[in-house]
């Protein structure tokens, strides 16, 4: 059985670095810090991230230029501040959300939504695409549900950091990571045997295995991994967004989807683009737009990005 596709990483193998460690101490203390002045200080980091990461700033415009040809220039530029600004003030969220008492971990934390349909026996795959607060949407979940959970994890370069985000993630309820590179066979075992997995599947993970369907309306390449685990898993698939508000985020769990998978990978995987759509529609700026979504391209066809 195929590995799960995933993007490159490092293995912290190597010595634990200070600013790794001088990172995850301030992220202690600004855990104690009200969240409007967490929120402020994110704001303000958003501002400066915009101006000095000018790769990540174009890629940012790219993708929205494709996904959203109807906005100006003008428009498409404040958009992608405002992304940048959620982007830094959900990283800073991360102190709060694995690091302040639980009390006040769940009083900023509201599931909402169609929440039935997770406390309900039988396996469960969440669909949680890649908006900021995908984390806290984690950590609401573990909160909010007595069952188990299981998530993909990536090691990070630097061994603190690394450590201080398996704790975070690992802190609450019954959560199991896997790496990335593990077989999608203990998966499907961990679905069956009723571990709910919280999958993000709506990367470009370049070529290998993807197949090439329409996001906005562009041919892009996305795995089907998705429909293949909800078949082989047995398992209803139920989206979740997690999405940030001046109080802390509103997890909101949407009905499952009945008669998903239909059997045709390409389409079930069009399919999940198309919903996925819908959801980017009701907060554009909360969604991931750094990322290189439409790097990998059909043969003969260039990549958005140049090269700078």
């Not at 000095?52 to 109807?70: E, G, H, M």
Request: charged share 20%; net charge positive; aromatic share 10%.
């Amino acid at each position: 059985m195929s590995t799960i596709p995933s993007p490159t990483h490092h293995s912290p193998s190597g010595t634990k670095t200070w600013g790794g460690r001088l990172g995850v101490g301030f992220m202690r203390l600004l855990a104690r810090l009200p969240l409007s002045w967490v929120r402020g200080l994110g704001w303000l980091s958003g501002q400066v991230l915009h101006l000095v990461a000018a790769r990540r700033r174009d890629i940012a415009r790219t993708n929205w230029a494709l996904c959203f040809p109807q906005n100006s220039e003008a428009e498409r530029n404040r958009a992608v501040r405002r992304h940048f600004v959620y982007f830094a003030q959900s990283w800073l969220d991360r102190s709060w959300v694995w690091e302040a008492s639980e009390a006040v971990t769940r009083r900023r934390l509201r599931l909402v939504g169609a929440v039935h349909e997770l406390a309900t026996d039988g396996p469960i795959l969440v669909f949680a695409p890649h908006f900021v607060g995908l984390d806290a949407g984690g950590t609401a979940l573990a909160l909010g549900f007595p069952r188990r959970f299981i998530s993909l994890y990536a090691r990070q370069r630097n061994v603190a950091v690394d450590q201080w985000i398996r704790a975070g993630r690992l802190r609450y309820g019954s959560v199991r990571l896997v790496e990335k590179h593990q077989s999608m066979r203990s998966l499907v075992q961990a679905l069956r045997a009723g571990e709910v997995l919280y999958l993000l599947p709506d990367m470009d993970m370049g070529p290998a295995e993807s197949v090439f369907v329409p996001f906005f309306g562009v041919s892009t390449a996305t795995v089907p991994t998705l429909p293949r685990l909800a078949q082989m898993g047995r398992a209803r698939v139920v989206p979740v967004i997690s999405r940030m508000t001046p109080s802390g985020y509103d997890v909101e769990v949407l009905p499952g989807w009945d008669g998903y998978p239909g059997g045709d990978a390409v389409a079930d995987t069009a399919l999940m683009n198309h919903h996925l759509e819908q959801m980017i529609a009701t907060m554009p700026e909360q969604y991931y737009w750094v990322h290189k979504r439409f790097k990998t391209r059909p043969a003969g066809e260039a990549s958005p990005y140049g090269r700078r």
